[in-house]
Every structure is written in structure tokens, then in C-alpha cells.
């Protein structure tokens, strides 16, 4: 089955700096790619996500890349703020199965 | 309209108890599942559900029994349970297999 990892597990920002949070899959036939972010005591919700006919998205400060040859995507946070202060799930759709990176928490300092 | 609901929210129960956790959806989405969330760790998956049939099940032991009564329904039936089971059991629905899915806001469970 896929499997996928992600780094780093934990991450310090300053705030209005970048934060990038890298993903490996292992499954070619992965072809659905979200991000998810979830606050404390709070469900995951989507943040973003890519297919994989698809290399770069973006959506105000965040942005997703994939590099299908490599099978890595990675997010890019961009101008952090301590609201986007979370951890962050990658996870990868293989058929009717999501497979969950091990999360990152991030804090951004003010 | 992107809501799952799921009650109730908490729940306590001795390890005797039977309980249910539900799952309520009317987004059309005719794919359901159940994870189970430990503190800090990605959601893992129990359960499948896929046009009201179990299409996966990754070995949850028996004490977890699924139901899907209709296509807007999904639930969690308890029996039995241990005090390792106390977690954040969350209910997910998804579009068939085409797209992400969608968290409901989860149970937190207390194995008492």
C-alpha cells in the first residue's frame, strides 16, 4: 500500500516568515494530494489540494507544489501569522483509500 | 454545504457500556468513513462505507461495529471497549472515491 511521510514534525516560525512542509509518497497511482490543518481540540479541514495533473497551486498565502517524477509535494505558507498556528496532515488518494502523513506542528511565533 | 455532524460530542462510558457515535450527511456524498484520532497523530482509518456497502474494514476489532442504515447515515456502535479506545472518532464522507474528504467535528471518547 501507499505510503507516506512528512517532514518535519514539528516547526518554528517567526512570524511573517515562510514555512514549507515537505511530503513523500510512495504509490505512482496516487493521483489526489490535500493538505489539511487542524487546530487544537478542532476536526482537520482542507486547506488546499492538487491533483496530479497538476504541479503548482496556489490560494492567497498558501501554495502546494508536486513533483510526480519524484513523488514528493510540499505546502508553502507564506507571511505567517499565529493564527496559522496547527498541525498540518499531507495525505495522498489512492482509489477509495486517503493515506495520512504523520503531521507537522507548527507554531509561529508573534 | 460542506457539514458532517456527528454526535454526540463527548461521551464517557464504562468499559460494560454499549454507546453508539453518529454520523449525519446531506451532501449527496455516497462515500462514509470512521477514523479514529489519537492526540497529535494523523487520523487512522476503521471503516469504508461506499454506496451504504462496508468496502473497508483495516481490522478493527469487533467491539467497533459499523452501520450505514441510508445514504445519509453512518454509525458507530461500542460495546465492550478499552481503556485504549479513548480517542477522537471521526466520520468523513466523501463524493465517490473522486475527491477530498470531509471531517465531521469528531466524538472525543473516554474509556472509563
Known amino acids: 500500500g501507499e505510503n507516506v511521510e512528512q517532514h518535519p514534525s514539528t516547526l518554528s516560525v517567526q512570524e511573517g516568515d515562510s514555512a514549507v512542509i515537505k511530503c513523500t509518497y510512495s504509490d505512482s497511482a496516487s493521483n489526489y494530494f490535500p493538505w489539511y490543518k487542524q487546530e487544537l481540540g478542532k476536526r482537520p479541514q482542507l486547506i488546499i489540494d492538487?491533483?496530479?495533473?497538476?504541479g503548482e497551486k496556489k490560494d492567497q498565502r498558501i501554495a502546494v507544489t508536486l513533483n510526480k517524477t519524484a513523488k514528493h509535494f510540499s505546502l508553502h505558507i507564506t507571511e505567517t501569522q499565529p493564527e496559522d498556528s496547527a498541525v498540518y496532515f499531507c495525505?495522498?488518494?489512492?482509489?477509495?483509500?486517503?493515506?495520512f502523513g504523520t503531521g507537522t506542528s507548527l507554531t509561529v511565533i508573534p | 454545504d460542506t457539514e458532517v455532524t456527528q454526535t454526540p460530542k463527548h461521551l464517557v462510558m464504562g468499559m460494560t457500556n454499549k454507546k453508539s457515535l453518529k454520523c449525519e450527511q446531506h451532501?449527496?456524498?455516497?462515500?462514509m468513513y470512521w477514523y479514529k484520532q489519537k492526540a497529535k497523530k494523523p487520523p487512522e482509518l476503521m471503516f469504508v462505507?461506499?454506496?451504504?456497502?462496508?468496502?473497508i474494514n483495516e481490522s478493527v476489532p469487533s467491539r467497533f461495529s459499523p452501520e450505514c442504515p441510508n445514504s445519509s447515515l453512518l454509525n458507530l456502535h461500542l460495546h465492550a471497549l478499552q481503556p485504549e479506545d479513548s480517542a477522537l472518532y471521526l466520520c468523513?464522507?466523501?463524493?465517490?472515491?473522486?475527491?477530498?474528504?470531509?471531517f465531521g467535528e469528531g466524538s472525543w471518547l473516554t474509556v472509563v
Open positions: 492538487i491533483r496530479s495533473n497538476v
Open positions: 451532501m449527496g456524498h455516497r462515500a
Open positions: 462505507y461506499s454506496y451504504e456497502k462496508l468496502s
Open positions: 495525505a495522498a488518494r489512492t482509489g477509495n483509500q486517503f493515506y
Open positions: 468523513a464522507s466523501s463524493p465517490i472515491f473522486t475527491d477530498t474528504i470531509y
